[in-house]
């Protein structure tokens, strides 16, 4: 099984927004272990270990969002140029989500649509890697970097609804609260990053069919390319992470993005000791639970975010998941 890797021009961006903040870069390459050969061509890869040391060096500064603000486009490569020539915010977005594994599978937030008394959303979330999360400033660094991308493709309909930090709030919070200029909540279970969903129906000033055709040809030949170091049942996961908040995932359209037959996927997850409906079963538990942890969603909410038609269906679904009911688990947390 082939290393985990990154797509070099984010190791190669973060850098140089660094070194715009007069950091040392060549000492941080050196102590990373970057080697050159890494990152002489954008659309090369560099071994995962070796980004996220520059991330741990990076985050003795204290500057992560400044780092974030500056990054944005530019560090998301062949797939950031792309997403400035397609025809909507919503529509790149979108393709953003299919090709996302060429920087690294699961960096790019999943998007969900919620709707509440405030509002109608769209809102990125990410789960963060707890040793980030204990580090800070690349949890900052991300936020960051996706509010920067927004303004670049939709300018100023890009305008932050709200943003949750999976960390303690600090004992000065201005400084990212101001960065930010919109409510913030701490101590969230997932990063996340809400904005009006009209948003999505913006049309990108930039839009030409023909440049976008190219350059997502380009990036979706590097996505072919990966090493094959995934299990089939990873790579559906990864599509039904995608596909939880458009509804019921469908073993059709997974097979359509990974290019495979419905017989020929089927055949290859019961070769792996599992099936379809298993694997939907296991991504909407694990989201549950996440969901769930955030007190502002209710639980009828919750079940819309995992595509399920009705609340009661996802009711009867947590019970033989937990053995309890959605409220009742949250009032054993409660008491915990």
């Known amino acids: 099984?082939?290393?985990p890797s990154v797509l070099a021009a984010m190791t190669m961006q973060v850098l140089e927004a660094a070194a715009s903040l007069g950091a040392d870069v060549a000492a941080i390459r050196e102590e990373a272990g970057l080697e050159d050969e890494w990152l002489a061509d954008p659309d090369g890869r560099v071994p995962l270990e070796h980004h996220l040391k520059m991330w741990e060096i990076l985050a003795r500064r204290g500057d992560g969002l400044q780092v974030g603000a500056r990054i944005g486009i530019p560090a998301l490569g062949v797939i950031g140029y792309a997403m400035q020539h397609e025809a909507t915010v919503g529509e790149a977005l979108a393709w953003q989500q299919r090709v996302g594994a060429?920087?690294?599978p699961g960096l790019v937030p999943q998007l969900e649509r919620r709707r509440d008394a405030a509002g109608d959303y769209v809102v990125?979330?990410?789960?963060?890697?707890?040793?980030?999360a204990r580090l800070r400033e690349p949890v900052y660094a991300q936020a960051a970097a996706v509010a920067a991308m927004m303004r670049a493709i939709a300018g100023a309909a890009a305008k932050l609804s709200f943003v949750a930090l999976p960390m303690s709030r600090p004992p000065d919070p201005r400084a990212v609260e101001e960065h930010f200029a919109c409510p913030v909540a701490w101590d969230a279970p997932l990063l996340q990053l809400g904005f009006p969903a009209a948003v999505l129906a913006v049309p990108l000033p930039r839009s030409d069919p023909r440049l976008f055709g190219y350059l997502a040809r380009r990036a979706e030949d590097m996505l072919a390319r990966l090493p094959d170091g995934a299990s089939w049942a990873d790579r559906v996961r990864r599509e039904i992470a995608g596909a939880l908040a458009e509804g019921e995932p469908r073993l059709?359209?997974?097979?359509?993005?990974?290019?495979?037959s419905e017989r020929t996927l089927h055949r290859r997850l019961l070769d792996e000791q599992t099936n379809f409906a298993g694997l939907v079963d296991e991504a909407r538990h694990a989201r549950a639970l996440q969901l769930l942890a955030d007190r502002s969603l209710s639980a009828s909410e919750v079940a819309f975010l995992l595509g399920y038609a009705e609340p009661a269906a996802f009711f009867r679904a947590f019970k033989r998941w937990t053995g309890e009911t959605p409220q009742g688990w949250r009032k054993r947390g409660e008491s915990a």
């Open 1 to 3: 099984m082939a290393s």
């Open 102 to 104: 060429v920087l690294y």
């Open 124 to 132: 990125f979330v990410r789960a963060m890697v707890p040793a980030f």
């Open 252 to 260: 059709a359209a997974v097979a359509r993005r990974l290019a495979v």
